[in-house]
């Protein structure tokens, strides 16, 4: 008998013997019952099942065959993925606690290290969390919050003016609207328009979110040792990451300089004083590392949303003019044009707020979340998920639930309307997530929204020099934060320089 074996019968040998030992292997870690899903494979996972550019939409198609609950693996971890207005409500809401955990993808360990409020975890997560949002009581929620919001947007409204009617791209000056908000927050600080500095920051930002967004993190979340060792992207990302948190530990050392006792003018001097009262505490999370990764945190989560956020706004008012004349009745009735708008005037105005509401249901920002763990042993649906494994609220299954929606794919205002045009409350809008995890900067962004808009609409009319048939509002596809195509508008001043400079002198 001829016992020797082709190099393509040993090859297939070997690979087999590998999948069995990793198939029986895999579950060790993860001693729980993980829900079903589609057949992994050695090393990989479900990696060639994913489309890199769209995740989120694998995971949809997989939720048609596998139900709400089901696990995906990537290279070398499952993720469970939950499904659906009802599953996702159940994990965040009814089981909060337990699903409470942040999982640190490879892409976000290197560069946060577990430390910040958005990647930390335990006793640690929640003394940043407790003081952020305190904190950002005093500087990015209240009265002196909204004063600011409209003294920027002053300055918009003149960038606006200046194009005088002229098409332009409004990305730019709506980052820095957002930029100025975040950054006075953090470090008290607001930057002109054309000051070198600041385009420098927001290009780090900017940059940052576009490798977050593109294939490469998908990518180096599966092989982060391969991919760390490949130049390109790697480089630019890590090189940006830096660059912002020199500039960042920069302020926090010229804050230590000038600090005062009782009197804290932003965040990191508050965090500045909690560490001094904190020094004796053994187990106090108010350190430098935290410091600096949560005021990272908060740079990179205020800008590229809200200012996103915003671009859609005024790129769907030019394709739907007979929306944008709906809220400029609004306007017109609850503001009027001789004072500014005040957050009050949000719940005389269903429209506006159906309008800014259904714009983040539609464009589904962060469409798979930011990754969640589970901090116990849990039983969730017949499976008993272990501590500490990944999970994905999938935000996109429940804005675009069509259980919940009327017409879940398209731009429909009526969504958050009642029958008698009051504004309708959804416990399925879940733009900042839910629980208690849910996004800290929910309060400030929902102000901007509102205040930024009204104050604009007060002003301009925005249209388009393309047909507006032609605008093209669905989101381009990505990884993480989706982003709009980006078109020329006009802003069409509603009112003369001149009566416009009599209402600002009063
Ligand atoms: C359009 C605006 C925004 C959207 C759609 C948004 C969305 C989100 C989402 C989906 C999460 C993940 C929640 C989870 O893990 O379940 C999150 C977390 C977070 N967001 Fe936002 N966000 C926005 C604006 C902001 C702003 C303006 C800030 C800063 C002031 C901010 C700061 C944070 C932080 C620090 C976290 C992490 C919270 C934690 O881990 O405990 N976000 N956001």
Same mark, same amino acid.
């Not at 020094?279 to 200012?307: Q, Y």
């Given at each position: 008998?001829?016992?020797?074996?082709?190099?393509?019968?040993?090859?297939?040998?070997?690979?087999?013997?590998?999948?069995?030992?990793?198939?029986?292997?895999?579950?060790?870690?993860?001693?729980?019952?993980?829900?079903?899903?589609?057949?992994?494979?050695? /090393?990989? +996972?479900?990696? &060639?099942?994913? !489309?890199?550019?769209?995740? @989120? $939409?694998?995971?949809?198609?997989?939720? #048609?065959?596998?139900?709400?609950?089901?696990?995906?693996?990537?290279?070398?971890?499952?993720?469970?993925?939950?499904?659906?207005?009802?599953?996702?409500?159940?994990?965040?809401?009814?089981?909060?606690?337990?699903?409470?955990?942040?999982?640190?993808?490879?892409?976000?360990?290197?560069?946060?290290?577990?430390?910040?409020?958005?990647?930390?975890?335990?006793?640690?997560?929640?003394?940043?969390?407790?003081?952020?949002?305190?904190?950002?009581?005093?500087?990015?929620?209240?009265?002196?919050?909204?004063?600011?919001?409209?003294?920027?947007?002053?300055?918009?409204?003149?960038?606006?003016?200046?194009?005088?009617?002229?098409?332009?791209?409004?990305?730019?000056?709506?980052?820095?609207?957002?930029?100025?908000?975040?950054?006075?927050? /953090?470090? +008290?600080?607001? &930057?002109?328009? !054309?000051?070198?500095?600041? @385009? $420098?920051?927001?290009?780090?930002?900017? #940059?940052?979110?576009?490798?977050?967004?593109?294939?490469?993190?998908?990518?180096?979340?599966?092989?982060?040792?391969?991919?760390?060792?490949?130049?390109?992207?790697?480089?630019?990302?890590?090189?940006?990451?830096?660059?912002?948190?020199?500039?960042?530990?920069?302020?926090?050392?010229?804050?230590?300089?000038?600090?005062?006792?009782?009197?804290?003018?932003?965040?990191?001097?508050?965090?500045?004083?909690?560490?001094?009262?904190?020094?004796?505490?053994?187990?106090?999370?108010?350190?430098?590392?935290?410091?600096?990764?949560?005021?990272?945190?908060?740079?990179?989560?205020?800008?590229?949303?809200?200012?996103?956020?915003?671009?859609?706004?005024?790129?769907?008012?030019?394709?739907?003019?007979?929306?944008?004349?709906?809220?400029?009745?609004?306007?017109?009735?609850?503001?009027?044009?001789?004072?500014?708008?005040?957050?009050?005037?949000?719940?005389?105005?269903?429209?506006?707020?159906?309008?800014?509401?259904?714009?983040?249901?539609?464009?589904?920002?962060?469409?798979?979340?930011?990754?969640?763990?589970?901090?116990?042993?849990?039983?969730?649906?017949?499976?008993?998920?272990?501590?500490?494994?990944?999970?994905?609220?999938?935000?996109?299954?429940?804005?675009?639930?069509?259980?919940?929606?009327?017409?879940?794919?398209?731009?429909?205002?009526?969504?958050?309307?009642?029958?008698?045009?009051?504004?309708?409350?959804?416990?399925?809008?879940?733009?900042?997530?839910?629980?208690?995890?849910?996004?800290?900067?929910?309060?400030?962004?929902?102000?901007?929204?509102?205040?930024?808009?009204?104050?604009?609409?007060?002003?301009?009319?925005?249209?388009?020099?393309?047909?507006?048939?032609?605008?093209?509002?669905?989101?381009?596809?990505?990884?993480?934060?989706?982003?709009?195509?980006?078109?020329?508008?006009?802003?069409?001043?509603?009112?003369?320089?001149?009566?416009?400079?009599?209402?600002?002198?009063?």
């Amino acid at each position: 008998m001829d016992l020797s074996l082709s190099g393509t019968t040993l090859l297939v040998i070997m690979l087999s013997i590998l999948f069995i030992v990793w198939f029986f292997k895999r579950d060790q870690p993860h001693k729980g019952r993980l829900p079903p899903g589609p057949l992994a494979w050695p /090393i990989v +996972g479900n990696l &060639f099942q994913m !489309d890199l550019r769209a995740p @989120h $939409k694998t995971l949809i198609k997989l939720n #048609e065959q596998y139900g709400p609950v089901y696990t995906f693996w990537f290279s070398g971890y499952p993720a469970v993925v939950v499904c659906g207005a009802e599953a996702v409500k159940e994990a965040l809401i009814d089981h909060g606690n337990e699903f409470s955990g942040r999982y640190l993808f490879p892409v976000f360990k290197s560069m946060s290290n577990g430390y910040g409020i958005g990647f930390s975890n335990g006793e640690r997560w929640r003394q940043l969390r407790r003081f952020t949002l305190s904190t950002m009581r005093n500087f990015g929620m209240g009265k002196n919050s909204e004063e600011q919001i409209l003294e920027e947007s002053q300055h918009l409204i003149a960038y606006f003016r200046n194009k005088k009617g002229r098409p332009f791209r409004a990305d730019f000056p709506l980052r820095c609207i957002s930029a100025n908000i975040i950054c006075s927050i /953090i470090f +008290g600080e607001r &930057f002109n328009y !054309d000051n070198k500095n600041f @385009h $420098k920051l927001i290009q780090m930002v900017t #940059e940052i979110f576009l490798t977050l967004s593109s294939p490469w993190t998908q990518l180096y979340n599966n092989f982060p040792r391969i991919m760390n060792l490949l130049p390109g992207s790697n480089q630019k990302f890590f090189q940006s990451v830096a660059n912002l948190k020199s500039f960042l530990n920069k302020t926090i050392q010229s804050h230590k300089e000038s600090l005062q006792k009782d009197f804290f003018r932003d965040y990191i001097d508050s965090f500045l004083l909690k560490m001094d009262e904190d020094k004796s505490g053994i187990n106090s999370e108010f350190i430098l590392e935290n410091l600096l990764l949560s005021t990272f945190n908060l740079l990179l989560a205020g800008i590229e949303t809200v200012s996103t956020t915003q671009l859609w706004f005024l790129q769907i008012l030019a394709k739907y003019p007979e929306i944008q004349e709906k809220i400029l009745c609004e306007i017109d009735m609850v503001i009027g044009s001789n004072r500014r708008p005040a957050i009050e005037d949000r719940a005389k105005m269903p429209y506006t707020d159906a309008f800014i509401h259904e714009v983040q249901r539609y464009i589904d920002i962060v469409p798979m979340n930011i990754p969640h763990m589970t901090t116990s042993d849990v039983e969730f649906r017949g499976y008993l998920i272990p501590k500490g494994t990944f999970v994905i609220p999938l935000l996109t299954s429940v804005l675009k639930d069509a259980n919940h929606w009327e017409t879940p794919e398209s731009f429909n205002p009526n969504h958050f309307l009642d029958e008698n045009g009051c504004f309708k409350k959804s416990t399925n809008f879940m733009a900042f997530s839910a629980g208690k995890r849910t996004c800290v900067g929910e309060a400030l962004s929902r102000m901007q929204f509102f205040l930024i808009l009204t104050s604009l609409l007060q002003n301009f009319v925005f249209t388009s020099v393309i047909d507006r048939e032609d605008i093209d509002i669905s989101p381009v596809t990505s990884s993480f934060l989706v982003a709009p195509r980006v078109y020329e508008i006009c802003a069409v001043a509603r009112k003369s320089d001149l009566e416009h400079l009599m209402n600002v002198s009063n």
